[in-house]
DNA sequence: TTCTCCTGTGAACATCCTGTGACCATTTGC
DNA sequence: GCAAATGGTCACAGGATGTTCACAGGAGAA
């Protein structure tokens, strides 16, 4: 088999979007606990960056964040004014109180004004961590497919919220398997994916050696393609491997390079990629 | 498929921290916690009961709660299974652990398995209250009802103020059920809804595999909207996935020229309206 | 080149999903 | 308490969807 392909092409499916990955910062003085915090949030692979000072509300705004620790002695005696302003201004923020010893008024006054969690310092970063996480969980409420915006790709337009495809406003019928191989070819825009890897990740467990099911899903979502954009070819076979999803159009004659057109967010490397020719040559006979 | 009937837009989620009674049930043996606690909750007229024992999931479902407070010590070493199945069975409750001294592990474990807030007794009721509280608001999803301007559908007027969906100045006699289902769709219209999702936001907890609570609802839901508005359809169905509102009309343009078919619709789609309504767009070919 | 393996394809087959009516349990109103 | 209304379950039927199979032709390797 062509090892080649197999070297130039992602490893690891990594990306595993099963959303754990957060934005938070932390506004804190405290170099200890800001030190072994920013430790363990590397390791787990947030996003994070540290205040040393308070920062006006519309600053917090704009890191969109999905939580914010925050040692309420580093803001003094405007503490619950900035964060009642905060929490007012940004209710869609998780804001975690986490600063010295206090007293019961004081707690329960922090929640009110819209704090969503209280911890009392000295406390272990892991403890740190499960509440901002639970917070964040808590606060995810409407990000499942709401907000996902369509991708394009080609003329196709493909949107979660419909579990549907579309071309020029006109939906291709996909079925459920249908669209959710389109989806995930589309999001891994570019690369190739191996069959196995699309089997595990539309039916949930590994594909047993001589399953043909996603040639055939494949088959008929290139039919539903051809039909709506007969223009565009989308999915291209990789020999020995599995697919690619690229848009390329068939309308350009006087280049010996089909124009391919990516998907906006998805910066696919499919440069490496087509430099093989398995790719050229299937790809002429497929959509 | 007709994009054009978008009737109402989305209310904005703004759920406000209004609307303070919220009803919670207390998990604990510890009397004095518990009469203290009980005090408060009644002065601030939350409704609430007491357990004294460990209660299956769907018993806690049943009680419809906004939040439970737990001491884990109540549940013995069943603790994390029993808080585990709570949590995942029913996503929308906010769990709050109320417990004694325990190791940072132990509350990192109770705060993945889904519990919402930790509190360490000895503690003071109001700081319970105000983390309940701080749960509750955040779980809080639904836009209260007065606020909530009525949404028009093709000729459906859904009322929030009044549990009801109107045509024509009439009601549809919804049940309470029927219009909880209508107003989750309409609020979401235009967007696939999965069962699962559909049921989770009217039941309250996880849907088990082959329930078809869903699909028995809709049918009432549509046989009444088919009576009251038999010029319009609904409620679609999107096979294998869930269903989506969008109010289409089946109305001839030109009612002069009764033999013309509207665009977009094919015979097929006419000759069914007299039978079964087969509005289901997977089947026809005018999505 | 030949040979072997891989993929495209159409169709048959099995499975799952949904609409539907009937039935039972529980709640509500009187 | 009774009766009606409401919520929820069940089984059946028809159809949409998913899966398997056999065959043909192409791609890669020796």
Redesign the pocket.
């Known amino acids: ?2 090892e080649s392909i197999r070297a130039t092409e992602e490893a690891a499916p990594s990306s595993t979007s099963s959303a754990s990955s957060l934005r938070i910062a932390v506004l804190d003085r405290d170099s200890g606990f800001i030190q072994v915090l920013s430790k363990r949030l590397d390791r787990l692979g947030w996003e994070h960056r540290v205040l040393g000072s308070p920062v006006p509300t519309d600053a917090v705004a704009s890191m969109r964040l999905s939580a914010l620790v925050v040692d309420l002695a580093v803001l003094g005696p405007q503490a619950w004014e900035w964060l009642e302003r905060l929490c007012g201004a940004l209710p869609e923020l998780g804001v975690v109180v986490c600063t010295g010893p206090s007293t019961v008024a004081q707690r329960v006054r922090g929640l009110r004004l819209g704090a969503d969690d209280w911890i009392t310092k000295p406390c272990h970063p892991e403890e740190v961590i499960a509440r901002v996480q639970g917070v964040a969980r808590r606060r995810r409420r409407p990000t499942s497919r709401t907000e996902s915006k369509p991708m394009m790709a080609g003329e196709v337009e493909i949107r979660s919220d419909r579990f549907q495809a579309f071309v020029d406003g006109h939906s291709l ?1 996909l ?4 669209f ?1 191989l389109i989806e995930l070819l589309a999001a891994a825009e570019g690369r190739v994916l191996e ?1 196995e890897e699309i089997y595990s990740r ?2 949930g467990y590994a594909m ?1 050696r ?4 996603v ?6 979502l ?2 539903k393609l051809e039909k709506a954009s007969p223009q565009w070819r989308y ?1 291209h ?7 690619r999803f690229a848009a390329e159009s068939l309308e350009v004659v006087g280049l010996d390079v089909p124009s391919s057109v990516p998907v906006g967010w998805n910066t696919g490397d499919q440069s490496e990629l087509t430099g ?3 790719d050229r ?2 790809a ?4």
Request: aromatic share 10%.
């Open positions: 088999m062509t019928d079925t459920r398997r249908e959710e069959r539309l039916w047993v001589g399953d043909r099911s040639d055939v899903f494949v088959r008929k290139r039919q999915i076979t990789h020999f020995g491997i599995g697919y093989t020719q398995q040559e299937l002429a006979g497929a959509l």
